[in-house]
């Protein structure tokens, strides 16, 4: 590694909470995501040389950045004598509920790692990235860092001392997510949850983690659509997004496997077998949009298996 | 099938809960268990003709006899036009929280089926068995007999509809059980139970069983004892065994990846790593037992894969 080394890098978007996974569980999708450049300096630091696609809202102050805050902590722990430059593309929106500032984040420390000749595992930069969520989004949350950082859906067993398994996904999984253009607070959408559930939601709502998780070790996809039930979130953030229940009800009548709201909302995912019955599940939740005169946009992809990589410089 | 056919068989003891799993997962164990031989007859209906190893305590009245109830389901359900008698030989204590009536109903309905050129799937069984824990234990809890019959670990999904799913478990998982002479009423372990939990305890609970499923399916023995922790039971059932928390730090201390009780209890158990570790807990939690004044039995035994068993009339 020398002043000068570069590389350009893209991160996944991510779906947090999936159903009955609130606060523990979360996968990568293959699109949409972020790209980051980034250059080795002689400087210390980390300079936010431009960031596009952003509608000029997220920080270009390196100590509020998320992406700049994890590589900044990825440097001091390796003790580095040198600094980079960054450029980031984003290429989804901020406050979608598709882990906006995870992906920027993941995508800097993926690139500096690899300009490091690959120093860290992926487990030892989870702690930068829960730091970069704690600035970015008010809480050191792991679900959306971590699957974006280990690809497959994730699971956050601990957080004392912190417990991320990655679980691979089945091959034919696809997700289908949809963007409506209406604002939901992560704030809001955590004060509306009451503090306490019955026994007996609670009860079925582990279960149903236990079922989607065998269902995704065995392939199952039967197993993963009846287990995609949410008794803790659902039922109240629901009613910060307009129209949710057509949008669900739309896309498992399109054949999805089941659906829910993506992190906090307002993005709502459909897990699918295939990409045909995805691609039907994504229209038919825009659908339900279109009638109501809300703008939404639709992204369709696997979920992805593998987290970051790097990119070819092809404007070059 | 014709009267005069008969059959020896087994039908494993079982442990429910399993920390994390309350009320969703339970495990079978090889030893203790229940056998039962079953004699098919012209009569129609189920006569019990003997009962021996419980103390004169389980009802002989077929109506009320988990094994009878289970057996006469069963037959009902295929029309029969015949009838069995049934011995019992119970080989575990009643009310020790290891399942004893789902084990004989088990044996009961496992009996018949062979008898009857095994005409039912284990699934298409479990409602049988449902019923009979209505009757002998007034709610009709899939837990312990969905473990006793499929063997393995079992996760109980969901009721409506009724979604049993198996799981097969790592080669070398031993198992020890601590049976203390106490009592432990089941209306009372459900009755000190809170009726709500908060939502961080509630996504912690479900963390672990997500754990617990992974280890279990991938082999990871430090996984299942890093997911062996509830929030729901344990904190309040344990006030109802004397010693419970110095047993379960005797047995992790002895080297046992987790323990919590079994069933509502009184019994206790220590998940190990192969058979000298769970040799070890075992005696560690008797010790206990023994400093307190408390008699209490030991079972050390392998997780048991399958399930009930046809034996050989060796007394013959």
Request: net charge negative; proline share 6%; aromatic share 6%.
């Amino acid at each position: 590694m020398k002043p000068g080394d570069r590389i350009k890098v893209f991160a996944p978007a991510t779906v947090a909470n999936v159903a009955c996974g609130y606060d523990i569980l979360g996968f990568a999708i293959d699109f949409p995501g972020d790209e980051l450049i980034m250059e080795l300096t002689e400087k210390k630091g980390v300079e936010i040389v431009d960031i596009v696609g952003d509608g000029g809202v997220l920080p270009r102050n390196p100590l509020t950045n998320s992406a700049s805050v994890a590589i900044m902590d990825y440097l001091n722990y390796i003790h580095a004598d040198f600094g980079c430059k960054i450029w980031i593309k984003k290429m989804m929106p901020s406050g979608s509920g598709l882990g906006s500032s995870a992906a920027s984040a993941v995508a800097g420390v993926y690139a500096v790692n690899m300009l490091c000749n690959e120093k860290l595992t992926k487990h030892e930069m989870l702690p930068f990235l829960l730091n970069s969520e704690k600035v970015a989004c008010g809480s050191a949350i792991a679900d959306n860092v971590a699957a974006s950082l280990f690809g497959g859906f994730i699971l956050v067993r601990s957080y004392e001392p912190l417990d991320v398994i990655n679980i691979p996904v089945p091959e034919d999984l696809w997700c289908a997510v949809i963007n409506p253009q209406v604002i939901v607070l992560t704030r809001e959408a955590r004060e509306i949850l009451p503090k306490e559930i019955s026994i007996t939601k609670s009860v079925r709502q582990g279960a149903n983690v236990g079922g989607l998780i065998v269902g995704l070790l065995r392939g199952d996809y039967d197993l993963i659509g009846r287990s995609l039930i949410d008794y803790i979130a659902e039922p109240y953030r629901s009613k910060l997004i307009p129209g949710f229940y057509d949008m669900k009800e739309a896309a498992i009548h399109a054949g999805a496997l089941g659906s829910s709201i993506s992190g906090s909302g307002p993005s709502v995912f459909a897990l699918c077998k295939g990409e045909e019955t995805a691609r039907k599940a994504g229209n038919a939740m825009k659908a339900v949009m279109d009638k109501m005169g809300i703008e939404a946009n639709v992204y369709v992809s696997k979920v992805n298996p593998t987290g970051p990589k790097a990119l070819p410089f092809m404007e070059e």
